[in-house]
Protein backbone atom coordinates (compact mmCIF):
# COMPACT_ATOMS: atom_id res chain seq x y z
CA UNK A 1 0.00 0.00 0.00
CA UNK A 2 1.13 3.61 -1.01
CA UNK A 3 1.66 6.08 2.28
CA UNK A 4 -0.35 9.20 1.50
CA UNK A 5 2.05 11.42 3.69
CA UNK A 6 5.62 12.35 4.60
CA UNK A 7 7.16 12.09 7.75
CA UNK A 8 9.41 14.81 9.07
CA UNK A 9 12.62 12.64 8.67
CA UNK A 10 11.57 12.22 4.90
CA UNK A 11 10.86 15.98 4.11
CA UNK A 12 14.20 16.71 5.49
CA UNK A 13 15.95 14.07 3.23
CA UNK A 14 13.78 15.38 -0.04
CA UNK A 15 15.13 18.89 0.72
CA UNK A 16 18.55 17.85 1.64
CA UNK A 17 18.22 15.77 -2.34
CA UNK A 18 16.93 18.95 -3.62
CA UNK A 19 19.76 21.30 -2.59
CA UNK A 20 22.39 18.84 -3.40
CA UNK A 21 20.97 18.65 -7.25
CA UNK A 22 20.92 23.03 -7.07
CA UNK A 23 24.72 22.74 -5.92
CA UNK A 24 25.71 20.23 -8.17
CA UNK A 25 23.70 21.65 -11.77
CA UNK A 26 23.76 24.92 -11.91
CA UNK A 27 21.43 24.60 -15.04
CA UNK A 28 19.21 22.32 -13.42
CA UNK A 29 15.49 24.44 -14.03
CA UNK A 30 17.18 24.60 -17.76
CA UNK A 31 17.48 20.79 -18.06
CA UNK A 32 14.12 19.91 -16.39
CA UNK A 33 11.88 22.50 -19.17
CA UNK A 34 14.75 20.79 -21.93
CA UNK A 35 13.52 17.52 -20.95
CA UNK A 36 9.89 18.41 -20.31
CA UNK A 37 9.32 20.21 -23.70
CA UNK A 38 10.79 16.76 -25.54
CA UNK A 39 8.59 14.56 -23.80
CA UNK A 40 5.16 16.64 -24.60
CA UNK A 41 6.30 19.36 -27.05
CA UNK A 42 2.42 21.24 -26.88
CA UNK A 43 3.59 22.18 -23.29
CA UNK A 44 6.28 24.13 -24.98
CA UNK A 45 4.00 26.43 -26.93
CA UNK A 46 2.43 26.93 -23.03
CA UNK A 47 5.90 29.04 -22.65
CA UNK A 48 6.25 31.24 -26.06
CA UNK A 49 6.98 34.43 -24.96
CA UNK A 50 8.13 33.65 -21.24
CA UNK A 51 11.16 34.70 -20.07
CA UNK A 52 12.93 31.29 -18.64
CA UNK A 53 15.43 32.88 -16.88
CA UNK A 54 12.65 34.54 -14.83
CA UNK A 55 10.40 31.14 -15.13
CA UNK A 56 13.48 29.02 -13.77
CA UNK A 57 14.29 30.72 -10.72
CA UNK A 58 10.30 30.87 -9.96
CA UNK A 59 10.36 26.90 -10.47
CA UNK A 60 13.05 26.39 -7.82
CA UNK A 61 11.27 28.48 -5.59
CA UNK A 62 7.67 26.43 -6.09
CA UNK A 63 9.72 23.08 -5.76
CA UNK A 64 11.00 24.40 -2.58
CA UNK A 65 6.98 25.38 -1.49
CA UNK A 66 5.96 22.09 -2.53
CA UNK A 67 8.72 19.82 -0.17
CA UNK A 68 8.13 22.41 3.03
CA UNK A 69 4.87 21.77 3.28
CA UNK A 70 5.24 18.72 4.64
CA UNK A 71 7.18 20.12 7.30
CA UNK A 72 6.53 21.48 10.76
CA UNK A 73 6.68 25.24 9.78
CA UNK A 74 4.74 24.95 6.40
CA UNK A 75 2.53 28.36 7.07
CA UNK A 76 3.45 29.87 4.51
CA UNK A 77 4.40 27.18 2.13
CA UNK A 78 0.92 26.10 1.71
CA UNK A 79 -0.29 29.38 0.91
CA UNK A 80 2.25 29.33 -1.80
CA UNK A 81 1.31 26.01 -2.99
CA UNK A 82 -2.58 27.35 -3.02
CA UNK A 83 -1.85 30.11 -4.50
CA UNK A 84 -0.05 27.90 -7.44
CA UNK A 85 -2.85 25.67 -7.36
CA UNK A 86 -5.03 28.32 -8.45
CA UNK A 87 -2.35 30.61 -10.73
CA UNK A 88 -2.77 26.69 -12.71
CA UNK A 89 -6.64 26.48 -12.84
CA UNK A 90 -8.56 26.58 -15.76
CA UNK A 91 -9.60 30.04 -14.89
CA UNK A 92 -5.85 31.07 -15.35
CA UNK A 93 -3.29 29.21 -16.59
CA UNK A 94 -5.79 26.71 -18.05
CA UNK A 95 -3.07 23.46 -17.53
CA UNK A 96 -5.21 20.64 -17.79
CA UNK A 97 -4.27 17.45 -15.29
CA UNK A 98 -3.25 15.62 -18.29
CA UNK A 99 0.27 17.31 -17.87
CA UNK A 100 1.32 16.82 -14.67
CA UNK A 101 2.40 13.98 -15.46
CA UNK A 102 4.86 15.25 -18.22
CA UNK A 103 6.46 17.78 -15.18
CA UNK A 104 6.72 14.88 -12.81
CA UNK A 105 8.44 12.51 -14.72
CA UNK A 106 10.97 15.72 -16.33
CA UNK A 107 11.43 16.60 -12.68
CA UNK A 108 12.45 13.19 -11.28
CA UNK A 109 14.64 12.68 -14.60
CA UNK A 110 16.46 15.97 -13.80
CA UNK A 111 16.84 15.04 -9.71
CA UNK A 112 18.11 11.79 -10.97
CA UNK A 113 20.68 13.18 -13.40
CA UNK A 114 21.93 15.68 -10.88
CA UNK A 115 21.86 13.54 -7.59
CA UNK A 116 24.96 11.49 -6.95
CA UNK A 117 23.39 9.87 -4.17
CA UNK A 118 20.25 9.07 -5.54
CA UNK A 119 18.90 5.81 -5.54
CA UNK A 120 15.59 3.67 -4.81
CA UNK A 121 14.33 5.20 -1.44
CA UNK A 122 15.07 8.59 -2.41
CA UNK A 123 12.83 8.10 -5.84
CA UNK A 124 10.28 6.21 -4.38
CA UNK A 125 9.87 9.44 -2.16
CA UNK A 126 9.71 12.33 -4.39
CA UNK A 127 7.49 10.19 -6.32
CA UNK A 128 4.89 9.69 -3.26
CA UNK A 129 5.65 13.72 -2.55
CA UNK A 130 4.94 14.89 -6.35
CA UNK A 131 1.99 12.74 -6.40
CA UNK A 132 0.18 13.85 -2.90
CA UNK A 133 1.18 17.65 -3.20
CA UNK A 134 0.10 17.58 -7.62
CA UNK A 135 -3.55 15.56 -6.61
CA UNK A 136 -4.24 17.78 -3.24
CA UNK A 137 -3.15 21.27 -4.70
CA UNK A 138 -3.12 21.63 -8.22
CA UNK A 139 -4.99 18.69 -10.20
CA UNK A 140 -7.88 19.31 -7.40
CA UNK A 141 -8.59 23.04 -8.03
CA UNK A 142 -9.08 21.94 -12.09
CA UNK A 143 -13.04 21.64 -12.55
C1 LIG B 1 3.44 20.76 -9.19
C2 LIG B 1 3.57 21.21 -10.44
C3 LIG B 1 3.95 22.62 -10.80
C4 LIG B 1 4.59 23.60 -10.07
C5 LIG B 1 5.12 23.50 -8.63
C6 LIG B 1 4.68 24.76 -10.91
C7 LIG B 1 5.27 25.95 -10.55
C8 LIG B 1 5.13 27.13 -11.24
C9 LIG B 1 5.57 28.42 -10.77
C10 LIG B 1 6.29 28.66 -9.44
C11 LIG B 1 5.24 29.33 -11.70
C12 LIG B 1 5.48 30.82 -11.63
C13 LIG B 1 4.20 31.48 -11.26
C14 LIG B 1 4.21 32.24 -9.98
O1 LIG B 1 5.03 32.00 -9.08
O2 LIG B 1 3.33 33.09 -9.83
C15 LIG B 1 4.58 28.63 -12.78
C16 LIG B 1 4.10 29.21 -13.92
C17 LIG B 1 3.70 28.50 -15.02
N1 LIG B 1 3.54 27.14 -15.11
FE1 LIG B 1 3.80 25.83 -13.63
N2 LIG B 1 4.13 24.48 -12.14
C18 LIG B 1 3.68 23.19 -12.11
C19 LIG B 1 3.12 22.51 -13.16
C20 LIG B 1 2.96 23.01 -14.41
C21 LIG B 1 2.58 22.25 -15.59
C22 LIG B 1 2.27 20.74 -15.60
C23 LIG B 1 2.54 23.12 -16.64
C24 LIG B 1 2.23 22.92 -18.08
C25 LIG B 1 2.09 21.80 -18.66
C26 LIG B 1 2.88 24.43 -16.12
C27 LIG B 1 2.90 25.58 -16.87
C28 LIG B 1 3.14 26.83 -16.38
C29 LIG B 1 3.02 28.05 -17.17
C30 LIG B 1 2.59 28.14 -18.63
C31 LIG B 1 3.37 29.11 -16.32
C32 LIG B 1 3.32 30.62 -16.63
C33 LIG B 1 4.56 31.15 -17.24
C34 LIG B 1 4.34 32.63 -17.56
O3 LIG B 1 3.43 32.92 -18.34
O4 LIG B 1 5.04 33.47 -16.98
N3 LIG B 1 3.15 24.32 -14.78
N4 LIG B 1 4.54 27.29 -12.48
Redesign the pocket.
Known amino acids: MIKKSITHDECQKLLDCFYRCCRANKQFSEKFYET ?1 FQM ?1 P ?2 KV ?2 S ?3 MN ?2 GR ?2 M ?3 E ?2 LRSFSDDNTVSLI ?2 K ?2 GK ?2 DQRN ?1 N ?2 PK ?2 K ?3 ESLIKTIEESDERWNEEIHDLWVRA ?1 DI ?2 EE ?2 ISHYE
Open positions: MEQIMFGVNEQLLIGIYLQLRLKHLVHYYFWKLSIYL
